[in-house]
């Protein structure tokens, strides 16, 4: 399973930006996709998430302002997050959980794309 993101870049605070990941390869079944971001120094965190017959999962910085969904005939996951501040700027990475015949799950993460908010 390939993951490719688009979407980063560099915007003013209080805009908006849209992050999408596509899934391509061999894809059985999708069991979530979502978002996580990170700084230089810092962890890899939740932005928001979406499995399959669940309800997003959003991180509470994310809760309000961004909206994450799911294009399920495209294995693609969109990530929409308003009024952007200097603290959202980061590395932000797509995952997804996908699980085989076999059912064995493997966890995906794409290369990342950076957001840079600039006050």
């Known amino acids: 399973v390939q993951l490719q993101a688009s979407g980063g870049g560099s915007v003013q605070a209080g805009e908006s930006l849209r992050l999408s990941c596509a899934a391509s390869g061999i894809i059985f079944t999708i069991n979530a996709m979502g978002w996580y971001r990170q700084v230089p120094g810092g962890q890899r965190e939740l932005v928001a998430a979406?499995?399959?017959?669940?309800?997003?999962d959003y991180a509470d910085f994310a809760r309000g302002r961004a909206t994450i969904s799911r294009d399920t005939a495209k294995n693609t996951v969109h990530l929409q997050m308003d009024n952007l501040t200097p603290d959202d700027t980061a590395v932000y990475y797509c995952?997804?959980?996908?699980?085989?015949?076999?059912?064995?799950?493997?966890?995906?993460w794409g290369r990342g794309t950076l957001v840079t908010v600039s006050s």
């Open positions: 979406e499995t399959i017959g669940g309800n997003p």
């Open positions: 995952k997804v959980e996908h699980r085989d015949l076999l059912g064995i799950v493997t966890t995906y």
